[in-house]
């Protein structure tokens, strides 16, 4: 009989171990989740031997329970587990320690120091683990940008132009609607305009008036002083 192949147990996840024949004591390293074991050139567990089958089991880890399981795939010879044959085609259970036989070949199943997880090992033997997908959000076309920038600009000097325009009402509002110039110059006709001459005389008596410095706002009373008694 011929086991191949044996020995190196770097980057393994588990480990059959021989307990019979003449390579007793050599261990075939399981490096991939999904193993296949036979005769065929095609498996990835060789077992040279006439009680073997082409495809004879494969070796499995259910990513569901975290736990390894074995399958018979309709060997000739059987599989067993402990003591125990398995139904063909049925996964079964293979917890780390228990002795397995495939055919007339006695192995036992082992966990192995520094073992690889078996979530970031390859799917099966010959494959790297695919490294998770990046879903990045695609970029905005620069046209895009540009017509979203120049909104937003528009849209800011719209908002300014607006909120100068209420304060300038409010501001009108709150004067009562009085405009602030003298009343000199409310009243004086414009530069070049003829007047009757007794509109001409009126406005020189308006001037002459004690205007206050000040003006006072319409919403305020008038206060008027006390009368003066005559002598």
Do not use: C
């Amino acid at each position: 009989m011929t086991i191949s192949p044996t020995g190196d147990l770097s980057g393994a996840l588990a480990a059959l171990g021989v307990q019979a024949g003449p390579q007793v004591g050599e261990e075939v390293p399981i490096r991939a989740r999904t193993v296949r074991i036979g005769r065929g050139p095609s498996n990835d567990v060789l077992l040279d031997d006439d009680s073997i089958s082409g495809s004879h089991a494969r070796l499995d880890w259910d990513v569901n329970s975290k736990a390894w399981r074995v399958t018979d795939l309709g060997s000739t010879n059987g599989t067993y587990v402990e003591t125990v044959r398995i139904a063909p085609g049925v996964p079964t259970p293979l917890p780390f320690g228990a002795g397995i036989r495939f055919g007339g070949v006695r192995m036992y199943f082992r966990d192995v120091d520094d073992a690889v997880a078996p979530e970031a090992a390859p799917a099966v033997v010959g494959t790297a683990p695919s490294p998770p997908a990046q879903v990045s959000e695609p970029a905005a076309p620069a046209g895009r940008r540009t017509g979203l920038r120049t909104g937003l600009i528009a849209v800011g000097v719209l908002i300014a132009v607006a909120l100068a325009a209420l304060g300038i009402q409010q501001t009108v509002e709150s004067r009562g609607g009085v405009s602030l110039r003298p009343r000199t110059e409310q009243n004086t006709p414009a530069e070049g305009q003829a007047g009757s001459a007794a509109e001409q005389e009126g406005l020189q008596r308006e001037r002459s008036l004690p205007w206050p410095a000040e003006w006072t706002p319409p919403d305020e009373p008038i206060r008027i002083p006390p009368p003066v008694p005559l002598p």
